[in-house]
């Protein structure tokens, strides 16, 4: 079974929209949980981290996380084309830090 | 502010030939990581170390080594390089996972591997 899982899409909304991204993951001990975007090309680089059930914001990027469910999601509200990127769930049970395969957003102008 | 720093960023391998992918930190982080991403694909774990001296497998190790003897470097050793290993590598390091404290990851820019 793999340890994190994601719908690897390809996901496509129009400009202004909310777009919304899911992870689920195996281990139900993980306690933090991390969203990374990925432009082609690049490396991954950090959006946002959630440990605690319910949701966390920071600015056009919520969080939601339930450990009950073992799932983690991203909404990205009023997505522009420069959100059009890979998106990366993270769980790191112990001393591992293990992905999921990306979700590809693309947001149509 | 360097961070993760790897070398080199692009190389293509002759089948059966053998390189080292340098990386290193200055942030001081403890933990360490190699992955490699296939296109179109995730990041798989290769190796990781949690300080000088430990090392140990992650999701796809073989075909690699690593080594770290000192807390700044950890590299990534391709012995008898394959096709399959063709892919982008990336080094990474971290403080440590401690939950609350959102100790993420920081990348290196990657390593474009090409074996022919």
């Known amino acids: 079974q793999k340890e994190v899982e994601q719908n690897s899409g390809p996901l496509s909304v129009p400009e202004g929209a909310i777009a919304s991204l899911n992870c689920t993951y195996s281990d139900r001990g993980s306690q933090s949980f991390f969203w990374y975007r990925q432009y082609s090309g690049k490396s991954p680089e950090l959006i946002m981290f959630?440990?605690?059930?319910g949701d966390k914001e920071d600015g056009r990027f919520t969080a939601q996380l339930n450990k009950a469910s073992q799932y983690v999601s991203l909404l990205i509200r009023d997505s522009q084309p420069s959100d059009s990127a890979t998106y990366l769930c993270?769980?790191?049970?112990?001393?591992?830090?293990?992905f999921g395969t990306g979700t590809s957003l693309t947001v149509i102008p | 502010n360097a961070g993760v720093t790897q070398t080199p960023k692009f190389r293509i391998l002759k089948i059966g030939q053998s390189m080292t992918l340098q990386c290193t930190q200055d942030m001081n982080h403890n933990y360490m990581y190699w992955y490699r991403q296939d296109p179109g694909m995730g990041l798989k774990l290769i190796y990781y170390?949690?300080?000088?001296?430990?090392?140990d497998k992650g999701e796809v190790p073989n075909g690699y080594n690593v080594s770290r003897s000192t807390t700044e470097d950890f590299p990534l050793r391709l012995e008898l390089a394959a096709p399959s290993q063709t892919s982008v590598y990336f080094c990474?390091?971290?403080?440590?996972?401690?939950?609350?404290?959102?100790?993420?990851?920081?990348f290196g820019e990657g390593s474009w591997l090409t074996v022919v």
């Open positions: 170390s949690v300080g000088a001296g430990i090392t």
């Open positions: 990474a390091s971290s403080y440590s996972q401690g939950p609350e404290s959102g100790n993420t990851i920081y």
């Open positions: 993270a769980v790191p049970p112990g001393n591992q830090f293990y």
């Open positions: 959630i440990y605690s059930n």
